[in-house]
């Protein structure tokens, strides 16, 4: 306060002086002009004529003594400081120079007739005291759009950066969030800064490893043979996924690491590959074959009442090559097609029948014999003839 007093004393009494001054000179002047009027006009040979002859001598004291006061008061003025202070002006990059009697930076905005609008700024600020030489700079606002959630702001900023623009829309964004424009880089006019909401998360789950089943061949036991040796145990992972979440929708799902808790025992399992035969008669090419069970699968026990052995012939009652595992049936008991198993021979079929259909046993009912095929009279007759065999029939 002490200081704008003394500036508005020396210019209250600098233009005083300056008034007072001029005044004087006036005042003086007009005097000057009176004179004049009644000076004596002088002749051509330089006579006076008229009846002021001369002028008054007390009139010239006055008129000097004016004109001394006024040139003091003039020269006294020019000496006292200057109370205006030169300053610059910048608005928009376009400078201009000032000289005022204000105190502060507002006081220069309103001297210069600069209006300020909503998000402008003041360089030094509005409050701060004027000094010669100071540079002020006005920097009018533009707009920056700020997206965040699905929601769009305009801002209006005349300088700062991403993060404060960020900071004023109240957006408040984490290291993992995407960001358009990095947060230390300015903000230009009509910029975008767009922000989206990453959330990462992760999830543990468990997986069963499930064991393999492993067969070892084994050449020195028969086809039948199948032995478990290592029992399989199944085996146990965690996983671990990473979620990603931008805006509330997830967008991927990947497995960030997996670790195995419990590893999976193999099974073990022995097998026979050694062919084991039916029979070991001449021709035979059928695998062994476990014997049926009655009541399982459609087979049933039946007792015949003997059976014999045949090798002989080329064609059978339905037409086919005989060979081994063929045989003769009487039809009233077993149908053609029918699929039989006799100890010690193997599984056959029915396809052919004998003499025997037409005979009686001792109960006076239809003969039930069956006749089976080989391939040499020597195999024939080492079979020979059994009676009252248990064989299995395929219904």
């Known amino acids: 306060m002490a200081r704008r007093r003394r500036k508005n004393f020396f210019y209250n009494l600098r233009s005083g002086l300056q008034r007072f001054g001029a005044g004087i000179a006036e005042f003086f002047l007009h005097i000057a002009q009176r004179l004049k009027g009644h000076m004596p006009r002088r002749g051509r040979r330089g006579q006076v004529h008229g009846e002021a002859a001369a002028a008054p001598a007390w009139l010239l004291a006055p008129l000097l003594f004016g004109l001394l006061v006024a040139a003091g008061c003039f020269g006294y003025a020019l000496t006292l400081p200057d109370p205006r202070i030169p300053v610059t002006l910048s608005v928009d990059g376009i400078e201009t120079a000032y000289y005022v009697r204000a105190d502060t930076v507002g006081g220069l905005l309103d001297a210069a007739g600069v209006q300020l609008h909503a998000g402008d700024s003041v360089f030094p600020a509005s409050g701060e005291s004027l000094k010669p030489g100071l540079r002020v700079e006005v920097s009018r606002a533009y707009p920056v759009a700020v997206k965040s959630g699905g929601k769009v702001q305009v801002l209006h900023m005349s300088e700062g950066t991403v993060g404060e623009a960020l900071s004023h829309a109240k957006v408040a964004y984490s290291s993992g969030d995407e960001l358009s424009h990095l947060p230390f880089e300015d903000v230009e006019p009509g910029m975008q800064i767009t922000h989206t909401d990453v959330e990462v998360s992760y999830q543990t789950s468990y997986k069963t490893l499930e064991y393999d089943e492993v067969t070892v061949k084994d050449d020195t036991e028969y086809e039948n043979y199948k032995k478990i040796e290592v029992e399989g145990v199944d085996g146990k992972k965690q996983v671990i996924q990473r979620i990603i979440v931008k805006d509330g929708v997830e967008v991927s799902r990947e497995v960030a690491d997996q670790v195995v808790l419990s590893a999976a025992v193999d099974q073990v399992t022995r097998v026979g590959t050694k062919i084991k035969y039916q029979t070991s008669y001449v021709g035979e090419t059928r695998r062994w074959k476990e014997a049926p069970v009655a009541g399982e699968d459609g087979w049933v026990k039946m007792t015949v009442d003997k059976i014999t052995a045949y090798c002989t012939g080329s064609r059978t009652a ?77 219904k």
Do not use: C, H
């Open 318 to 394: 339905t037409g086919t090559r005989p060979k081994l595992g063929t045989i003769a049936v009487n039809p009233y008991y077993i149908k053609y097609g029918t699929r039989i198993y006799i100890s010690k021979y193997g599984y056959g079929k029915a396809e052919d029948t004998g003499a025997f259909r037409n005979y009686k046993n001792s109960r006076g009912e239809p003969m039930n014999q069956l006749d089976i095929w080989f391939n040499t009279e020597k195999e024939a007759k080492r079979w020979g003839t059994k009676y009252n065999v248990t064989v299995w029939v395929k």
